[in-house]
């Protein structure tokens, strides 16, 4: 009964009356800035030597994200597993430990890597990580020009979700959508509960964790100059004391494709 007691009190911390909003549900996202200069030169040869292709939802870039394709890395697509990353690997499992023990989850396995690269003007379409419950950004390049990463409200996905709902156009700036009348969240300004995109500014040695489920995306990076290159590792998580039984489903899904590399950049074959 120890651990009810202890949630009850949590409540009683949060509600004043005769008055109160309490923002429920909190969502666990971490920043932390690594002295990143120490791990530069290793970064740089691994992104030389990894084969990237085109992928549908990075434009005006280039990723190392396909198994098919990141050959050497098929076996788990964990480039950051590479032996000259050691290192950067341990901060980077050390900052999750950290974040997990803080937000008061069990431990967390980093499970796969890759990386993106974006040039002037390139973005990445709005998406999820699957199979993975905590997710994980490290900015290795990032020139003053760079896009902020955006992170999606799920709320504002769900009040959406309803079938054979009434529609009505809404303006939206210059965009006009067709939206759900019924559940549809109608903000008349921004407070801390109504906005659906937040930035995270990025730089270089920028450590960023967040919750797998938070969909997310990178605008267009007008600003970056013409050669210039913006360049994370993403990364994922499972439960550490699930990882025996995601090894062996990885075995069964990535391990043993076949390999396709029609695809692939040709600077990198
Ligand atoms: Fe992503």
């Given amino acids: ?51 990237v292709s ?55 396995a980093i499970v796969s890597s890759w990386f993106n690269i974006l040039e002037k003007d390139g973005y990445v379409d709005a998406h999820r990580h699957k199979h993975s419950y905590l997710s994980g950004c490290y ?23 309803n079938k054979n709902k009434p529609t009505a156009k809404l303006k939206r700036g210059k965009e006009e959508r067709i939206v759900d009348v019924e559940g549809y969240w109608h903000r008349e300004k921004f407070t801390a509960y109504t906005y659906e995109w937040t930035d995270v500014p990025v730089n270089s040695g920028l450590l960023f964790l967040f919750p797998s489920y938070l969909g997310h995306r990178v605008k267009p990076c007008k600003d970056l100059k013409e050669g210039e290159q913006r360049i994370n590792f993403s990364f994922n998580c499972i439960a550490k004391e699930h990882l025996e039984d995601y090894t062996k489903w990885a075995k069964k899904h990535f391990y043993d494709k076949e390999l396709d590399h029609t695809k692939c950049d040709e600077r990198n074959q």
């Fill in 139 to 161: 900015y290795h390049t990032c020139p003053e020009g760079s896009s902020p990463f955006q992170l999606h409200d799920p709320k504002a996905g769900i009040l959406n979700m």
């Fill in 54 to 108: 085109e992928y549908p939802a990075v434009h005006g870039g280039v990723t190392a994200y396909d198994p098919k394709i990141a050959k050497e890395h098929r076996e788990n697509m964990h480039i950051l597993g590479d032996k000259a990353l050691e290192p950067l690997l341990g901060e980077i499992q050390d900052c999750v430990d950290h974040y997990m023990e803080k937000v008061g989850f069990k431990p967390a």
């Fill in 1 to 51: 009964m120890k651990k009810y007691k202890k949630r009850d009190q949590f409540k009683e911390e949060k509600w004043k009356y005769p008055f109160s909003i309490v923002p429920i549900f909190a969502t666990p996202v971490a920043g932390y800035q690594l002295d990143h200069k120490q791990y530069n030169k290793h970064l740089d040869k691994v992104v030389d030597k990894t084969p």
